[in-house]
Nanobody, 116 residues
Framework: QVQLVESGGGLVQPGESLRLSCAASGFTFKMYAIRWYRQAPGKARELVANISPAGSSTSYADSVKGRFTISRDNARNTGYLQMNSLKPEDTAVYYC?????????WGQGTQVIVSP
């Protein structure tokens, strides 16, 4: 049973922080790169952050650099996205993606709303 389950979303005010989690099961998590995407209503899905299988390399969209941090704990089969200094434009459904070769898995998404 392959699963990716996001959690940690919610409603916060601008400037506050959230940590999203991506719990994986049913596959060899440590072999997969992890990516976080987000999709706001009426907008295309966009890549937010990426982390390599061992966690040695990370990359970020320009819009979140300096505010978001992607990480992973392979012993717990879990990926994370720490989101600081949240802005209203960060409002979206956030999705976790795991990729290795031709295998791609998606989670169900978790809602993040940033509003006064």
């Amino acid at each position: 049973q392959v699963q990716l389950v996001e959690s940690g979303g919610g409603l916060v005010q601008p400037g506050e922080s959230l940590r999203l989690s991506c719990a994986a099961s049913g596959f060899t998590f440590k072999m997969y790169a992890i990516r976080w995407y987000r999709q706001a209503p009426g907008k295309a899905r966009e890549l937010v952050a990426n982390i390599s299988p061992a966690g040695s390399s990370t990359s970020y969209a320009d819009s979140v650099k300096g505010r978001f941090t992607i990480s992973r704990d392979n012993a717990r089969n879990t990926g994370y996205l720490q989101m600081n200094s949240l802005k209203p434009e960060d409002t979206a459904v956030y999705y976790c993606n795991a990729y290795f070769a031709s295998s791609i898995y998606w989670g169900q998404g978790t809602q993040v709303i940033v509003s006064p």
